[in-house]
């Protein structure tokens, strides 16, 4: 079990989403940063779809009230314990009880997560422990975490437990063990302050004005802060229509880009709504996702535009890279096949 000191700005337990509802008007929220997510339990043994704390821009103070394994990926919120001592992250950490874990102010990103081994134990709600804020439903109590709170973590996995094991050797009477092993550096996407974001032509991208479309991938858009969990606000050089028209509503996804009447997108994000009646210009490729995730106010933003095909080859190349990740550590401890 955990115990919430002090929340920070807005923390709350997400998972890979809640699917199949968006036709009863059920948005699927989930992490912000899926592949952070990802990472984060893959290196504590979990399902990849266990239940993390996603911390947004200042992180949480939190209190380990058991021994317990766990992996801090995403944006740097320079994560430490009491007495100043930093916690590598990208990596499994074992630390013992009564530890306390203090994250700060994002320095690189805005985003970060923390998965226990087991996963946070708290009920599921349309197949999903994932908070939806703005209806108030899911992860714990359907809210943000406050001071206070306590979740209760469930069983670890055998390879958590092999894992936990491993760095108790080395131990000792030190407050935390952090693996000699981590992510490599070439898989973890560069939260940089001005990220360069690859797009593809969206379904109304032959509307816009020559002008405009030459904008998109020639001009910077910076983050302001109305940006949320929504939708991630941009503002630049007007976007705008050749022939101003009106369209039927119909669905998004994550990614969409949609410029409303003042030519300013809008990225749609986590809490998206599940249909929307603004034109959409392009569509982020899922493999940088991650990158408009940890893009935090005052970020500048390029646009790149790529195919279809080559959104797709990205794909495949990055999920090819987890389930090599995934392989290498079940080797490691000597578990020839998946959990």
Partial sequence: MIKIIKPGLLSTIQDMGRFGFQKYGVGSSGAMDLFSHRIA?????????????????????????????????????????????????????????????????????????????????????????????????????????????????????????????????????????????????????????????RVMEGRHYHLFSEDSKKQLFNSLFHVIPQSDRMGCRLQGPPLQLENPQELLSEAVTYGTIQVPADGNPIVLLADRQTTGGYVKMAQIASVDFPLIAQAKPGDRIHFKKISHEEAQRLYIEREKNLLQLKQGILHKFGLGGFQ
């Fill in 41 to 197: 339990n893959i290196l504590t043994g979990n399902n990849e779809n266990a239940p993390t704390i996603e911390m947004t821009l200042l992180g949480a103070e939190i209190l380990f009230q058991e021994d317990s394994l766990i992996a801090i990926c995403g944006g740097n919120l320079s994560p430490a314990i009491t007495g100043g001592s930093l916690i590598p992250a990208w990596r499994p950490v074992l630390v013992k009880k009564g530890t306390v874990l203090h994250l700060r102010a994002a320095k690189q990103g805005c985003r970060t997560y923390l998965a226990v081994a087991g996963g946070f134990s708290v009920p599921k709600l349309m197949n999903s422990a994932s908070t939806y804020l703005r209806a108030e439903m899911g992860g714990f109590r359907g809210r943000a975490l406050q001071s206070g709170d306590e979740i209760s973590v469930n069983p670890r996995s055998t390879l958590a437990g092999y894992i936990a094991e491993y760095l108790n050797a080395s131990l000792n009477h030190k407050p935390f063990a952090a693996a000699d092993w981590f992510v490599s550096p070439n898989l973890i996407p560069s939260f940089e302050n001005n990220p360069v974001i």
